[in-house]
């Protein structure tokens, strides 16, 4: 899976947008105990996230790669207007 957007939610969560139109939402928060991404406990860092495509990463180090974020996020039930990206609806209750 290739990311074609990433972006924050809210504090801890992110808005998927995968190259084949699938959406969803993927919590990061249960990370936060490792020691790579307590920094993302501040939202402001948080929101700094990067996409790169086949991995998402921040200035702090912390990266995850699209395939966990394929295996753990909450696929979108395409019900949630206002967060359309590519043909994509991204749910706020996922």
Do not use: H
Not at 11 to 17: A, E, H, N, R
Not at 75 to 91: H, L
Request: proline share 7%; glycine share 8%.
């Amino acid at each position: 899976m290739r990311l074609v957007d990433v972006r924050p939610a809210e504090p801890g969560v992110l808005v998927v947008v995968s190259d084949d139109g699938r959406a969803g939402r993927f919590d990061v928060r249960p990370y936060f105990s490792s020691p790579a991404f307590r920094p993302l406990q501040d939202s402001r860092e948080f929101e700094r996230v990067r996409n790169g495509g086949y991995y998402i990463e921040w200035p702090c180090g912390a990266d995850l790669s699209a395939d966990t974020i394929e295996a753990r996020w909450v696929a979108s039930d395409n019900s949630s207007p206002g967060c359309m990206q590519r043909g994509a609806d991204v749910s706020a209750d996922a």
